[in-house]
């Protein structure tokens, strides 16, 4: 693995599924950040979570959850999908969170899409 | 609240010069940084400025003024290949970055 990586690339979820976007990263960062993007606004912050085991809400957290259990994986969790949920979900890491040079590394992304 | 503003979309003609504008309010500043992301893929690093002043990477550089709330990104000798969005992001005091939705840059023959 070489930076961060996104599971899976693409899906298609029915309404009041469950689902679990994977995020790995293999370049030690403290900080990583979930984001959703969608046409027409920035990359908004999902949670994030400053070092391996703590967690934190971002701006749009209703609906989703996540863990952190060690440093490399960061879970993103849908409980129940709804189609309001469909949009593009970047991972993204930095070396730490409480430093204004603060470079984001960004995955690949996952295109999920709730019918 | 905090806020994030650029124009959604540019043309300019390649070989020319393009100047992309950022405005921003957020609850404290901790840098302003421009990010690339080209159709379909992830955003990727250019530059960040905490202080006042233009930082010049090759033919990307950056503008900063703290006292106006502003921004932009300069792109010189542009290509084709510097077809993409440009996101602009402050850094407000939790260290967390508010997102401008960015502007999309097309660049004609």
């Known amino acids: 693995i070489a930076g961060i990586t996104q599971a899976p690339t693409s899906q298609i979820l029915a309404a009041g599924r469950r689902m679990t976007l994977r995020c790995t990263q293999d370049?030690?960062?403290?900080?990583m950040y979930w984001y959703r993007q969608d046409l027409g606004l920035g990359l908004r912050l999902i949670h994030y979570?400053?070092?391996?085991?703590?967690?934190g809400k971002g701006e749009v957290p209703d609906g989703y959850s996540v863990s952190r259990a060690n440093t490399d994986d960061f879970p993103l969790t849908l409980a129940s999908a709804v189609p309001s949920q469909t949009s593009v979900y970047f991972c993204?890491?930095?070396?730490?969170?409480?430093?204004?040079?603060?470079?984001?590394?960004f995955g690949p992304g996952t295109r999920l899409t709730v019918l | 609240g905090q806020n994030i503003d650029q124009p959604t979309e540019m043309t300019a003609t390649e070989g020319a010069i393009v100047q992309i504008n950022c405005t921003y309010q957020?609850?404290?500043?901790?840098?302003l940084f421009w990010y690339q992301q080209h159709a379909g893929e992830a955003p990727t690093f250019l530059s960040y400025?905490?202080l006042d002043g233009l930082e010049e990477k090759g033919r990307f550089s950056s503008f900063l003024s703290r006292s106006k709330g502003y921004s932009y990104l300069l792109l010189k000798e542009l290509q084709m290949k510097d077809s993409a969005s440009y996101l602009c992001?402050?850094?407000?005091?939790?260290?967390?970055?508010?997102w401008g939705a960015g502007t999309k840059l097309i660049i004609k023959p």
């Open positions: 400025n905490v």
């Open positions: 993204a890491s930095s070396d730490s969170a409480a430093n204004s040079y603060n470079e984001q590394f």
């Open positions: 992001a402050a850094m407000d005091s939790n260290y967390q970055l508010i």
């Open positions: 957020t609850s404290g500043f901790n840098g």
């Open positions: 370049m030690r960062h403290n900080a």
């Open positions: 979570s400053n070092t391996a085991g703590t967690t």
